[in-house]
């Protein structure tokens, strides 16, 4: 087998020697061989592409030098001598069709078929090359969305199907959006000239990242069948932020989902692309009604089940708040659910209709529905906030940064990585090396003296600073406040595609947190909204779906 | 920090926001009066030919702000005899950051291209340069000519700056291998580079002068290979930004007197020093992080170590094979740089440098988001170390100082100089 990582890998040469072909594109189990080998802030893919390979899957590699990490990996594969690797070869992609880079790629061509004639012993054969050109686009009819950017992977493409059952879903991420014309040429032509125009076809695809003119990419999106975007990094690609950054003011809804590579679990994932769907289909004018038999009772319930607390919202039939419980989550969401109810004291009998949302919104049986924490953190906003632009969320787990439209419709959203910097878990840890209670930890940065900062981005990294900051004799108040500046300044980074941070507001625990508020204030420069039980606010948002899905059904009934 | 330095950096974060001009003016001032001091007022500390060049690149760089419409911005690898020729000025990113991180100023452009969107984990030269013209300091040049040399930023920050400022951008394609084909078709581009730069601008080419600067480029790196020689059994008072400076006078100011001079300069003066070598002689791989306290005060000025190359200041000393026509010598410089092509070619490229200037210990800095080096290190050590370099993988930043931990750095850097005390 022959494992090639680009599209423009002139794959179709080596069915011309009889030779099977796969694009290196696994996830990888772990990455203990290629962090011997590599330094740590290489492209994830790259490390495992060197993963991959040296697991022994392929005998052969034909490589394009596509970029930095890349050139690395097959410096390391070429150095690898158990890998059972015997034939590799990496060319040189040049960055744009002109005369003289078609020219000087055919000779590229036609200098590997040299080589590998040389090596393999098997004659070149036109023929077989020529009747390998597939014609393998899928033409799609309905609507779709697309994913886009540097490589997805099968963990992505499996769960974006998931989320958007019954929508086509189509993957034009780098290496796949692989897209060749039918190539006519006869068989007796001179190979010069084959390879002469089979450059030029090879180049001319769909431009990527890495070409010098990519307008050609807008093609990508431009149907109108395009419901949205998915937009795929991987960690430490530089090529397709660069695209990504200008996307976002194109008016199709579009999320990033950043890969490492790894069969990452999904649990994030899936929440991050549900409510992407929640969006896109608001966006289109669809409700969120789901039909789930006839109900009576008096009240509107919304569950918030988070990886630490479950809050519960009831609200009566004119949508007052009549009840708002807080219970620790447990070991098990639907236990957590189940007590924050019986706490309530609300009777099965009286309740309307339920919707549940958070980490654990699927596991909650008694739920008539469930909809994401980005949706209902939105709609519990804008109850509260009716001139709400955005919402920054800081929970225990996560931070996420929601938009608003003037109707109060989610138009954007982003959360954090998989990392905790940034997040309420990451306070927490950091008051324990410091022995502060979270009561403190919240006010005692407020005086701080000197402006400290805390440069690493990872907890683990933040961790060691701060105990060196402590044994540098640096105040507790400093330390804090340096904490905070930081949570701030991740907050600052996520909410940086908001078009409108004018009438901002923030839920979540973190937002009883009086220092990183005012940091966020500084940073942000602007005043944030804080209402009054900020960590209720999801499941306030639930108990309004759970209102309007009530209503909508009565009246299509 | 310096107090003076961070104030002024403060005060650049608050004026870079509310009026970018006003704040170009002030770090123009800044850097030229920096310069014109060493000119003018040498220390004693350093020999005068690195003063010499403080001077050169700090007016080097401030030319092109002053007078943006004679200036092209041009990636570090691109041959400058051409634009030397045509005297078009030239700013490029590593300088414009280097400046930047000079004066504390560089947290405010970093920040800005960071918001626009721009990847955490890019290189932070780039990323200051993004912010710096993206945020309305940087004016706006006459055309963008960048090289794929070395990186792939090449393939992204040029082209972003050219679309922002809507100014016309010429790439040339470097293959990563020498071979006569590849000579053409880099030389061939390069002659459409002058008709890029003869279409877009008044501009003109006389051949005279281009063949004068080339004269130039080959005088200066045969002073370097003499400086290389000299450097063998000499041991020197010197700071890390004198690598730095070196780096632009073989690289964007090759060709240009400055250079030339300098390189004469500092073969004289070397020449002058006496013979002998005290402390730990390290030999540098890629940038340095000059403005970095605790590195500079364990590196800078001492008689415990000092630092006698750096690979970046060297990477093209080999690849003159005597061409006479400019464009082919151009082209040569190119495809032999060893920063081209296989992680190889540049980890050989320093096991020789290091040989011949007899370093004791080997310093790989991993500039942070630069993929071409950090994918190089392991390999580097461990191949570096079977030769009988000791080699220290360090990881920071050349120009922020978000991305570098201090303490960790000197921690690393003063256990590796132990090491190799140990060993002499
Ligand atoms: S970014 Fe471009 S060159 Fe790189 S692997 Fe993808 S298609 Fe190939
Ligand atoms: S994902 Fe990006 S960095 Fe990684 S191999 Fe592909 S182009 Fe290179
Ligand atoms: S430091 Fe590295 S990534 Fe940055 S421009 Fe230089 S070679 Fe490229």
Same mark, same amino acid.
């Given at each position: 087998?022959?494992?090639?990582?680009?599209?423009?890998?002139?794959?179709?040469?080596?069915?011309?020697?009889?030779?099977?072909?796969?694009?290196?594109?696994?996830?990888?189990?772990?990455?203990?061989?290629?962090?011997?080998?590599?330094?740590?802030?290489?492209?994830?893919?790259?490390?495992?592409?060197?993963?991959?390979?040296?697991?022994?899957?392929?005998?052969?590699?034909?490589?394009?030098?596509?970029?930095?990490?890349?050139?690395?990996?097959?410096?390391?594969?070429?150095?690898?001598?158990?890998?059972?690797?015997?034939?590799?070869?990496?060319?040189?992609?040049?960055?744009?069709?002109?005369?003289?880079?078609?020219?000087?790629?055919?000779?590229?061509?036609?200098?590997?078929?040299?080589?590998?004639?040389?090596?393999?012993?098997?004659?070149?054969?036109?023929?077989?090359?020529?009747?390998?050109?597939?014609?393998?686009?899928?033409?799609?009819?309905?609507?779709?969305?697309?994913?886009?950017?540097?490589?997805?992977?099968?963990?992505?493409?499996?769960?974006?199907?998931?989320?958007?059952?019954?929508?086509?879903?189509?993957?034009?991420?780098?290496?796949?959006?692989?897209?060749?014309?039918?190539?006519?040429?006869?068989?007796?032509?001179?190979?010069?000239?084959?390879?002469?125009?089979?450059?030029?076809?090879?180049?001319?695809?769909?431009?990527?990242?890495?070409?010098?003119?990519?307008?050609?990419?807008?093609?990508?999106?431009?149907?109108?069948?395009?419901?949205?975007?998915?937009?795929?990094?991987?960690?430490?690609?530089?090529?397709?932020?660069?695209?990504?950054?200008?996307?976002?003011?194109?008016?199709?809804?579009?999320?990033?989902?950043?890969?490492?590579?790894?069969?990452?679990?999904?649990?994030?994932?899936?929440?991050?692309?549900?409510?992407?769907?929640?969006?896109?289909?608001?966006?289109?004018?669809?409700?969120?009604?789901?039909?789930?038999?006839?109900?009576?009772?008096?009240?509107?319930?919304?569950?918030?089940?988070?990886?630490?607390?479950?809050?519960?919202?009831?609200?009566?039939?004119?949508?007052?708040?009549?009840?708002?419980?807080?219970?620790?989550?447990?070991?098990?969401?639907?236990?957590?659910?189940?007590?924050?109810?019986?706490?309530?004291?609300?009777?099965?009998?009286?309740?309307?209709?339920?919707?549940?949302?958070?980490?654990?919104?699927?596991?909650?049986?008694?739920?008539?529905?469930?909809?994401?924490?980005?949706?209902?953190?939105?709609?519990?906003?804008?109850?509260?906030?009716?001139?709400?632009?955005?919402?920054?969320?800081?929970?225990?787990?996560?931070?996420?940064?929601?938009?608003?439209?003037?109707?109060?419709?989610v138009s954007g959203f982003a959360m954090n990585d998989k990392c905790a910097a940034g997040t309420g878990r990451f306070l927490e840890n950091m008051a324990k090396i410091l022995e502060l209670d979270m009561e403190s930890m919240s006010e005692i940065g407020l005086n701080y003296k000197k402006d400290l900062n805390i440069s690493s981005m990872c907890t683990v990294f933040a961790e060691s600073e701060v105990v060196s900051l402590i044994a540098e004799n640096n105040s507790v108040k400093d330390i804090v406040h340096g904490l905070n500046k930081s949570v701030a300044l991740k907050t600052k980074a996520l909410s940086a595609g908001v078009k409108d941070l004018s009438a901002l507001m923030m839920t979540g625990g973190v937002a009883n947190n009086k220092g990183v508020v005012s940091e966020l204030e500084k940073?942000?420069?602007?005043?944030?909204?804080?209402?009054?039980?900020?960590?209720?606010?999801?499941?306030?948002?639930?108990?309004?779906?759970?209102?309007?899905?009530?209503?909508?059904?009565?009246?299509?009934? | 920090?310096?107090?003076?330095?961070?104030?002024?950096?403060?005060?650049?974060?608050?004026?870079?926001?509310?009026?970018?001009?006003?704040?170009?003016?002030?770090?123009?001032?800044?850097?030229?009066?920096?310069?014109?001091?060493?000119?003018?007022?040498?220390?004693?500390?350093?020999?005068?030919?690195?003063?010499?060049?403080?001077?050169?690149?700090?007016?080097?760089?401030?030319?092109?702000?002053?007078?943006?419409?004679?200036?092209?911005?041009?990636?570090?690898?691109?041959?400058?005899?051409?634009?030397?020729?045509?005297?078009?000025?030239?700013?490029? @990113? *590593?300088? &414009?950051?280097?400046?930047?991180?000079?004066?504390?100023?560089?947290?405010? +452009? /970093? $920040?800005?291209?960071?918001?626009?969107?721009?990847?955490?984990?890019?290189?932070?030269?780039?990323?200051?340069?993004?912010?710096?013209?993206?945020?309305?300091?940087?004016?706006?040049?006459?055309?963008?000519?960048?090289?794929?040399?070395?990186?792939?930023?090449?393939?992204?920050?040029?082209?972003?700056?050219?679309?922002?400022?809507?100014?016309?951008?010429?790439?040339?394609?470097?293959?990563?291998?020498?071979? @006569? *084909?590849? &000579?053409?078709?880099?030389?061939?581009?390069?002659?459409?580079?002058?008709? +890029? /730069? $003869?279409?877009?601008?008044?501009?003109?080419?006389?051949?005279?002068?281009?063949?004068?600067?080339?004269?130039?480029?080959?005088?200066?790196?045969?002073?370097?290979?003499?400086?290389?020689?000299?450097?063998?059994?000499?041991?020197?008072?010197?700071?890390?930004?004198?690598?730095?400076?070196?780096?632009?006078?073989?690289?964007?100011?090759?060709?240009?007197?400055?250079?030339?001079?300098?390189?004469?300069?500092?073969?004289?003066? &070397?020449?002058?020093?006496?013979?002998?070598?005290?402390?730990?002689?390290? +030999?540098?791989?890629?940038?340095?992080?000059?403005?970095?306290?605790?590195?500079?005060?364990?590196?800078?000025?001492?008689?415990?170590?000092?630092?006698?190359?750096?690979?970046?200041?060297?990477?093209?000393?080999?690849?003159?094979?005597?061409?006479?026509?400019?464009?082919?010598?151009?082209?040569?410089?190119?495809?032999?740089?060893?920063?081209?092509?296989?992680?190889?070619?540049?980890?050989?490229?320093?096991?020789?440098?290091?040989?011949? &200037?007899?370093?004791?210990?080997?310093?790989?800095?991993?500039?942070?988001?630069?993929?071409?080096?950090?994918?190089?290190?392991?390999?580097?050590?461990?191949?570096?170390?079977?030769?009988?370099?000791?080699?220290?993988?360090?990881?920071?930043?050349?120009?922020?100082?978000?991305?570098?931990?201090?303490?960790?750095?000197?921690?690393?850097?003063?256990?590796?100089?132990?090491?190799?005390?140990?060993?002499?």
């Open positions: 087998m022959i494992g090639y990582n680009c599209k423009y890998a002139p794959v179709e040469i080596m069915a011309g020697f009889g030779e099977k072909y796969q694009l290196i594109n696994n996830v990888a189990e772990n990455f203990d061989y290629s962090s011997a080998i590599l330094h740590p802030n290489m492209c994830s893919h790259a490390k495992a592409v060197l993963e991959d390979v040296h697991r022994g899957g392929y005998r052969k590699l034909l490589f394009m030098n596509c970029c930095d990490s890349s050139r690395r990996v097959f410096d390391a594969v070429s150095r690898d001598m158990d890998s059972g690797v015997d034939f590799s070869c990496c060319l040189d992609l040049p960055s744009c069709t002109s005369c003289c880079a078609v020219e000087k790629f055919r000779d590229d061509l036609l200098d590997f078929i040299n080589r590998y004639e040389k090596f393999s012993g098997i004659t070149f054969d036109v023929k077989h090359f020529l009747s390998s050109f597939s014609c393998s686009k899928k033409e799609i009819k309905g609507k779709y969305v697309a994913l886009l950017g540097a490589r997805s992977n099968k963990t992505i493409a499996e769960t974006v199907r998931k989320c958007f059952k019954g929508i086509d879903v189509l993957d034009l991420t780098c290496a796949n959006n692989r897209d060749l014309p039918p190539f006519e040429a006869a068989s007796d032509e001179p190979l010069d000239s084959i390879m002469l125009k089979y450059s030029k076809a090879l180049l001319s695809q769909v431009p990527c990242m890495r070409m010098r003119d990519i307008k050609g990419r807008e093609a990508l999106i431009e149907s109108k069948n395009c419901l949205g975007i998915i937009y795929c990094t991987v960690k430490f690609c530089d090529y397709y932020d660069f695209e990504f950054s200008q996307l976002k003011n194109k008016g199709i809804p579009v999320i990033k989902v950043e890969t490492d590579f790894t069969s990452q679990s999904s649990g994030q994932l899936t929440t991050r692309l549900e409510g992407f769907y929640e969006t896109v289909r608001q966006k289109s004018g669809e409700a969120l009604l789901k039909d789930t038999g006839p109900t009576k009772g008096k009240f509107f319930l919304g569950i918030d089940s988070g990886s630490t607390s479950t809050e519960l919202v009831a609200l009566d039939r004119d949508l007052n708040i009549v009840k708002m419980v807080k219970v620790p989550t447990g070991a098990k969401a639907a236990v957590g659910a189940k007590k924050a109810l019986e706490q309530s004291g609300i009777d099965d009998g009286d309740i309307a209709f339920t919707t549940a949302t958070g980490y654990g919104r699927k596991n909650i049986d008694f739920a008539d529905y469930n909809v994401t924490e980005i949706t209902c953190h939105a709609r519990g906003a804008k109850y509260l906030y009716d001139d709400v632009t955005a919402v920054i969320d800081i929970g225990g787990q996560d931070s996420k940064v929601i938009s608003l439209d003037e109707n109060g419709l940073q942000l420069n602007t005043k944030i909204f804080i209402p009054e039980h900020p960590e209720f606010c999801g499941a306030l948002g639930a108990a309004l779906i759970a209102a309007e899905q009530f209503n909508l059904k009565k009246f299509l009934r | 920090m310096n107090k003076a330095i961070e104030i002024f950096g403060n005060h650049i974060y608050r004026l870079a926001r509310t009026s970018p001009r006003k704040a170009l003016k002030e770090l123009s001032f800044v850097y030229k009066t920096a310069g014109l001091k060493c000119r003018y007022f040498p220390s004693r500390s350093l020999l005068p030919a690195r003063q010499y060049m403080q001077w050169a690149a700090a007016d080097s760089a401030v030319r092109p702000l002053i007078q943006p419409d004679r200036s092209a911005i041009v990636s570090i690898y691109l041959p400058c005899e051409v634009l030397h020729a045509m005297g078009i000025y030239q700013m490029f @990113p *590593e300088a &414009l950051a280097c400046y930047l991180a000079a004066g504390g100023s560089e947290k405010f +452009f /970093i $920040e800005k291209a960071e918001e626009a969107g721009m990847p955490g984990t890019l290189c932070s030269y780039h990323k200051s340069f993004i912010g710096l013209a993206e945020s309305g300091v940087l004016p706006k040049p006459r055309f963008i000519i960048n090289t794929s040399l070395a990186c792939d930023v090449n393939h992204l920050s040029f082209r972003r700056v050219a679309d922002y400022y809507n100014i016309p951008h010429f790439m040339i394609d470097v293959p990563s291998r020498y071979s @006569p *084909e590849n &000579l053409d078709y880099v030389k061939d581009q390069l002659h459409r580079m002058v008709d +890029f /730069i $003869e279409e877009n601008s008044d501009f003109r080419l006389n051949e005279d002068k281009l063949a004068e600067a080339a004269g130039r480029s080959r005088r200066t790196l045969d002073n370097f290979r003499k400086i290389l020689e000299l450097r063998k059994d000499i041991y020197l008072s010197d700071e890390m930004t004198s690598h730095m400076l070196s780096v632009f006078a073989t690289h964007v100011m090759l060709g240009s007197k400055e250079a030339e001079k300098y390189s004469e300069d500092m073969v004289q003066q &070397l020449s002058r020093c006496p013979r002998g070598r005290k402390g730990v002689r390290l +030999f540098w791989v890629h940038t340095l992080p000059y403005w970095q306290d605790g590195l500079r005060s364990l590196l800078n000025f001492t008689d415990r170590c000092e630092i006698v190359g750096c690979d970046m200041v060297l990477d093209a000393l080999d690849a003159d094979t005597g061409q006479e026509d400019p464009f082919t010598y151009m082209a040569d410089r190119l495809l032999r740089n060893t920063s081209n092509g296989a992680g190889e070619n540049r980890i050989n490229a320093v096991l020789k440098y290091a040989r011949e &200037l007899d370093a004791d210990g080997i310093v790989w800095f991993c500039h942070w988001g630069c993929k071409q080096t950090a994918g190089s290190s392991s390999a580097a050590k461990k191949i570096l170390e079977e030769k009988g370099f000791p080699t220290l993988i360090l990881d920071g930043d050349g120009c922020s100082r978000q991305n570098a931990n201090d303490g960790q750095a000197v921690t690393r850097m003063e256990a590796f100089l132990e090491l190799l005390e140990k060993r002499k």
